[in-house]
């Protein structure tokens, strides 16, 4: 084979290699209807790896829990069922004429410490990992107490003024920053603030007794739960 002759079958075989990649033509073989199947991994090819949904960053609510209930007279200890979750006790004694106390083996000590006939709700299994198993009841008449997952908290609204009388936990559905406050009476009232995940600080920004009752706008981050300890009416607008 002389030089041009060569130099002929140089220049056809650069043309056929364009024309094949023109053309979608590769070193690979093919199957059904034009399909390309890629070499094996190793041959240059990048394999597509699917990527996974990205997971949820929110936790959703615990599911419903039905309320549990127990009545007894004068002085009592009595197991409780309730899982390790928040939940919030409403205690009555309307006939009781002396101290009323009701006392928690978990992690909320002092539930109630009241004098005369009562009625009002306190959270309970606060700290997680630390759950009630028994309510201790010390009272001079016929009580009951129920159990319950918070469903039917009063709820404080932004810009929305709440009144109550006694002790109560409170919703706080809305982000707020601060919250005007008010009670009446001259006993003890406070207020605690939980976030609501349940697990972060509890605070409290108002604790006070004696004068003339309380008013004051204090800092309160929402959402939340609040427990308000009172012996008289009170009121709470956040902001």
Known sequence: MNTRSKSLLMTGAVALSVLMAATGCSSGAREGHGRIVHAAAGSGDIPHVPTAPPSPTSTPPPAPQ???THSGKGNAEVAITWPDRIGFVTFECPKCGSNVMVDSDG???GLVNAIGSYKGTH???SLPGHPATKLTVRATADWTFTIA???DLPVAEPGKTLSGTGDAVV?????TATAEITAKGKGHFSVMLMPADHTAYTSLPVNTSGGDGYHGTVP???PGLLQLDADSSWT???A
């Not at 919703?171 to 982000?175: D, E, M, T």
């Open 236 to 238: 709470i607008t956040p």
């Open 107 to 109: 992690g909320d000590y």
């Open 66 to 68: 039905a309320p549990e």
């Open 123 to 125: 959270w309970l299994n």
């Open 220 to 222: 309160l981050a929402g």
């Open 171 to 175: 919703s706080l559905p809305g982000k």
């Open 149 to 151: 997952d918070g469903r």
